[in-house]
């Protein structure tokens, strides 16, 4: 059993930052990644970023690579998205997520998932 709680979303501008927070409760944390996914009204949920129990190991989608990074503090359980250079095509309904397999996190199926922060880019 896995808890997670997302906050960080607002209202911003195009071209202004915002970081996103994923706080993780309820494993050892390090058994775990932890990725971020967004999903924009009627449409599917889309994968952004991964991270594992390394720093070193980061994956991002095509659209992310460049402007968000993605981190982790093991220490206090959580992991965050730092977004720049925001664009409307960026706004959605951002959520993260905690699978012991890679694959199953990069193609949305896991188990554990938090509530969701909104994330609106005006032009």
């Not at 944390?29 to 070193?56: C, H, M, N």
Request: aromatic share 12%; proline share 2%.
């Amino acid at each position: 059993q896995v808890q997670l709680v997302e906050s960080g979303g607002g209202l911003v501008q195009a071209g202004a930052s915002l970081r996103l927070s994923c706080a993780a409760s309820g494993r050892t944390f390090t058994d775990y990644l932890i990725g971020w996914f967004r999903q924009a009204p009627g449409k599917e949920r889309e994968f952004v970023a991964a991270i594992g129990w390394s720093a070193f190991t980061t994956i991002y989608t095509d659209s992310a690579k460049g402007r968000f990074t993605i981190s982790r503090d093991n220490a206090e359980n959580t992991v965050y998205l730092q977004m720049n250079s925001l664009k409307p095509e960026d706004t959605a309904v951002y959520y993260c997520a905690a699978d012991p397999s890679i694959t199953k996190l990069r193609h949305g199926v896991s188990d554990y998932w938090g509530q969701g922060t909104q994330v609106t880019v005006s032009s």
